[in-house]
């Protein structure tokens, strides 16, 4: 058998598509006569995949810390301008040598179909004049990415930023909450035009990217580069139409219920995040240090090496909590290939959701660390409707151990928050991939017709609540979800890993030691595997169908009720 080994040098510039070169050509030109001469093949484009892959990730998190890092930002332009474009049609060329090779067939079927299936669509869709609409197209998101980074309000005499400001969201007093959620509102739709054209633009270019690869539509063009070989664009309307079903009800009636709790009539957007007893805001910390130091004894206390895995982010510039001006919106854990050491981004504010912020990037982390010792880059890397499963289950696995955070009521309030939160997510993210569905399905449409057909999923699935004298912010509240510009599709797949998390739930609450196990059972295969066995070695179900979604509703609601 072939040995994995060290393959980049340690001094290569991976910045540098003239000092890359050689070494891809190498493996290019590479003689096979056996199985193990293909096995070490993919072992080395593997180790210098990862080589690539870091360096990208240390230009991409280096634009993110700080948009208005113009040195980043020309790093990031050059790489994706000068060395992406020109590494597509080699690394396409690859996949072309493995995938295609008589020798292929001789390698373990258990070990490389997962492999060999997925280049093999790579090299279907494949198309060299794809690769300029591709830079263009990431260029685009780097500019959406700094208009997000740059919004600011000033505030009660303070300028802060967008995810500062969403502390007054939860404030008791409403007058407080109202002038603030309208100042955000108010400083979004200054570049509401501004997105609209950058979404526009990428809107033409990716239909063009579809149709050079034979294919009507970018949806289903995305659908099969994604890989999605376990459920089709159907089954993901049929997944709208489960939580529609099973789970808008409930969100309808939570509202209610707050409005009635909170004395007011009708229901505004501006009260959705206060506590409905009036009680202050949950603050579990005040500083990234005591966010850290916190997470690190609640793993500990969960057992299972959490803790131990969580310590090994202190060291080596694996976290960045703190929001601050110019940073770019939003939370990541972005795996470093080559070093193996995650990287966790977000913009914690001091609030609970920075604390659920947290748990659900260390899911992330911990996925690329029980996978790391994989010498295979792309089994590293799981398909995401099981990697958000990582995340969001951890989000609840960690619920009876907020009390390094929080006191015994406290924990009840944030043990409520997070299963109300099953319904609300659920629901937008049903409108986020309807309203995709019919973007991209609807090529050419005016920002009119687009900003109809919001207003349609959002009384489809939307809350109960009155948009009076705010409707111009209400048809601009797809444009903060980043997932459209950068990310096209990919959210569906928050949805499909919710129902494994809250299948997680309610395995733990049963037998928790059995429930961690699988978890990490299911994480140790990284994307080896295909989707369903992933889930299979979680002990979940993969299940996109209202019969699995009226059962854990069920469950929750039944949670819901007796709380």
């Given amino acids: 058998m072939a040995t994995p ?3 980049a040098p340690t001094t290569l510039d991976a910045t540098k598509f003239d000092a890359l070169e050689p070494h891809y050509r190498e493996l290019l030109d590479r003689e096979l006569h056996s199985a193990d001469d293909l096995e070490q093949l993919i072992f080395d484009r593997s180790d210098i995949d990862a080589f690539v892959a870091e360096r990208n990730a240390d230009i991409y998190i280096a634009t993110t810390r700080n948009t208005e890092d113009k040195a980043a930002e020309a790093a990031y332009l050059a790489f994706v301008r000068d060395v992406e474009p020109k590494l597509k049609p080699i690394s396409s060329a690859l996949d072309q040598k493995i995938a295609t090779s008589s020798l292929a067939s001789l390698l373990s079927t258990e070990r490389y179909e997962v492999l060999l299936r997925g280049l093999r669509v790579d090299i279907e869709l ?16 780097q500019k959406y990415n700094q208009i997000a980074g740059r919004m600011s309000v000033e505030f009660d005499g303070q300028v802060r930023t967008m995810p500062q400001m969403a502390r007054y969201l939860e404030e008791t007093d409403r007058g407080t909450r109202e002038r603030a959620w309208k100042a955000i509102a108010a400083r979004r739709l200054q570049d509401r035009d501004a997105i609209d054209d950058i979404y526009d633009r990428m809107l033409a270019l990716r239909h063009r990217i579809a149709q050079n690869a034979g294919y009507d539509n970018f949806r ?15 089954d993901c309307m049929s997944m709208h139409d489960a939580i529609y079903e099973a789970l808008v009800p409930i969100q309808r009636r939570l509202d209610v219920e707050r409005a009635q709790r909170l004395g007011v009539s009708p229901l505004r957007p501006w009260d959705l995040s206060v506590d409905v007893l009036g009680r202050k805001p949950l603050r579990p910390f005040e500083g990234a240090q005591q966010l850290v130091d916190g997470c690190s004894r609640m793993f500990h206390a969960m057992g299972g090496g959490l803790g131990d895995m969580f310590d090994t ?6 976290l960045d909590l703190e929001s601050r001006a110019a940073k770019a919106p939003g939370g990541y854990q972005y795996q470093r290939q080559h070093s193996r050491r995650p990287f966790i981004f977000m913009n914690a504010a001091g609030m609970h959701r920075d604390l659920v912020t947290m748990v659900h990037e260390a899911g992330h982390a911990f996925h690329s660390l029980l996978s790391k010792d994989d010498p295979i880059v792309d ?16 989000e609840l696995l960690t619920l009876p151990y907020h009390g390094e955070f929080y006191s015994d009521e406290e924990c009840r309030r944030a043990l409520r928050e997070r299963l109300e939160r099953f319904p609300t997510v659920m629901t937008w993210i049903a409108t986020i991939d309807a309203f995709q569905h ?6 050419g449409h005016t920002r009119d017709e687009r900003t109809n057909m919001w207003r349609v999923l959002c009384a489809r699935f939307g809350n109960d609540i009155s948009w009076e004298g705010c409707e111009d912010a209400h048809d601009a509240t797809w444009q903060r979800q980043l997932h459209l510009f950068g990310m096209p599709f990919y959210y569906i797949e928050y949805g499909i890993a919710e129902t494994g998390a809250i299948q997680m739930w309610i395995h733990a609450r049963r037998d928790q030691a059995t429930a961690l196990a699988n ?8 994307g ?20 699995l979604m009226n059962e854990l509703a069920r469950e929750v609601d039944k949670e819901l009720t007796a709380n």
């Avoid at 494949?126 to 998101?141: K, Q």
């Avoid at 982010?313 to 694996?318: A, I, P, T, Y």
């Avoid at 019919?438 to 090529?443: G, K, L």
């Avoid at 978890?519 to 990284?526: I, P, T």
């Fill in 313 to 318: 982010l202190r060291e080596g510039d694996c």
């Fill in 438 to 443: 019919w973007v991209y399905t609807n090529p």
């Fill in 220 to 234: 289903d063009f995305q659908h099969r580069r994604f890989k999605r070989f376990d459920y089709s664009p159907s």
């Fill in 5 to 7: 080994r060290p393959y």
């Fill in 519 to 526: 978890y990490r059972k299911g994480l140790a295969l990284g």
């Fill in 126 to 141: 494949f198309r060299e004049e794809n690769i300029a609409l591709e830079t263009e197209i990431a260029e685009l998101d």
């Fill in 528 to 547: 080896s595997r295909p989707l369903p066995e992933l889930f299979h070695a979680a002990g979940l179900r993969l299940d996109l169908t209202s019969k």
């Fill in 379 to 394: 089994y590293r890397n799981a398909p995401t409707e099981f990697s958000e499963v990582a995340s969001m289950s951890m």
